[in-house]
């Protein structure tokens, strides 16, 4: 148990259909980042949160995708009209200078 | 040019060996630097922080080269369950977010 949690942690979903996933953070890590990783690559970043509010995006966040986090708690990734592109492991991270970041399973998703 | 790079290996080494990676930077301006490590479909964990100064964690030594921008990785006396991908991390401009390379893969063999 990383303290991270991802829901769900695989999902299939035909191309043009919207996804949403969730991460519950360490509870006192202020900080919460959305990562995205594809085979054969690390982590890119895509936004971050401090508390509620989403303090940056990436470039990699097209208009498809919001990122959520009310009431500084639970955040959520949407992605709408799925493209086979979007395939990957989207990683949630929670952050804290004294341990770097704290990550979770991850949510696999794959577009048919 | 990747804000932050890797030689992707793999590297293949017996047990017991004595393996190092490096990873280059390229923001002169990066403050905080890490290696993560990442078993297959797993997440990415810490493995340690990079200081200004080295440091090691019983088998791994992690140093840093301002000059040169590159940290490195050492691990002494390999180990089986050393077989893994290593992440080298970067903050890039501000200390907000961070860079991942991508990766280092290593196979220990019997």
């Known amino acids: 148990d990383t303290g991270v949690s991802q829901d769900p942690r695989h999902k299939i979903t035909k191309r043009g259909q919207n996804v949403t996933f969730r991460c519950d953070p360490i509870s006192e890590h202020n900080r919460l980042y959305w990562y995205r990783q594809t085979l054969g690559q690390g982590p890119e970043f895509l936004t971050y949160f401090q508390n509620e509010a989403q303090l940056e995006k990436s470039r990699l966040l097209s208009d498809r995708f919001s990122a959520e986090r009310p009431k500084g708690s639970f955040s959520t990734l949407e992605i709408q009209r799925t493209e086979q592109g979007d395939s990957a492991m989207y990683l949630c991270?929670?952050?804290?200078?004294?341990?770097?970041?704290?990550f979770g399973s991850g949510t696999r998703l794959t577009v048919v | 040019r990747k804000e932050v790079e890797q030689d992707p290996g793999p590297f293949n080494v017996p047990e017991g060996a004595t393996v190092a990676f490096n990873c280059t930077y390229s923001?002169?301006?990066?403050?905080?630097f890490f290696w993560y490590r990442q078993d297959c479909r797993k997440e990415p964990k810490l493995l340690m922080s990079v200081y200004s100064s080295g440091n090691e964690d019983g088998r791994f030594t992690a140093q840093l080269n301002r000059a040169s921008q590159y940290i490195s990785l050492l691990i002494r006396d390999s180990k089986l369950s050393d077989s893994a991908t290593y992440l080298c991390?970067?903050?890039?401009?501000?200390?907000?977010?961070?860079?991942f390379g991508s990766g280092t893969k290593l196979n220990v063999k019997p």
């Open positions: 991390v970067v903050n890039i401009g501000n200390f907000n977010k961070f860079y």
């Open positions: 991270a929670s952050w804290i200078p004294e341990a770097g970041y704290t």
């Open positions: 923001n002169s301006a990066s403050q905080s």
